[in-house]
């Protein structure tokens, strides 16, 4: 529940594909690993380092709950899984807005200085993640999570350089979701 990168100053209207592209191939800007991957909503392009949920295929979890029928395919098992794990990132967020009363309303501070506020809640957020082992504003939300990790070292790893949609990435997240499948159809 920390945040590994952030990049203020778009207007909200910038469509989140595009500013993704800008993040990783701007000098400096977002770092992923080869091999590694964020997952995302479908807002963003199903490519090398960012994982989508399948598009037309249910992912809502209240689609699954009591009474409902269990996922019927690899496809429908991937998106529920992806589902809650991108919960994670939601309620990042909701920690962050209940913490900063800052950032949910409407600010009237030239742009240079709300770039520096936000900024600065996102950067007190991880160092306040980091110090306190029980959080008051994460116990409001009655969860509880390890925030405790560290990244390792990256000399001599590669990294993701552009974001664009391939049948290489869609082969990895069908297989990904077939292995996802067997694994739940052997539990």
């Known amino acids: 529940m920390q945040f590994v990168y952030v990049l203020p100053g778009w207007e909200g209207s910038a469509g989140d594909s595009r500013v993704l592209r800008y993040a990783v191939m701007q000098e400096g800007g977002l770092k992923v690993l080869q091999g590694c991957y964020y997952l995302c909503d479908n807002g963003y392009a199903n490519s090398n380092g960012f994982l989508t949920s399948y598009k037309g295929v249910r992912y809502h979890l209240k689609e699954w709950g009591p009474g409902n029928a269990a996922p019927q395919n690899p496809k ?3 998106n529920m899984r992806h589902t809650k794990a991108r919960n994670v990132i939601e309620r990042v967020f909701v920690v962050l807005k209940m913490r900063w009363g800052i950032l949910p309303c409407a600010s009237y501070y030239p742009i240079k200085t709300q770039m520096r506020l936000i900024m600065a809640c996102f950067l007190l957020h991880n160092f306040i993640r980091r110090q306190m082992p029980n ?11 390890d925030y405790n990790s560290v990244p390792g070292e990256t000399d001599g790893v590669e990294f993701v350089h552009h974001v664009e949609p391939s049948s290489e990435w869609t082969q990895f997240r069908d297989d990904l979701a077939n292995a996802i499948w067997q694994q739940f159809q052997r539990a």
């Open 76 to 78: 429908e098992l991937f």
């Open 135 to 145: 959080d008051p504003i994460e116990a409001q939300l009655d969860m509880n999570v």
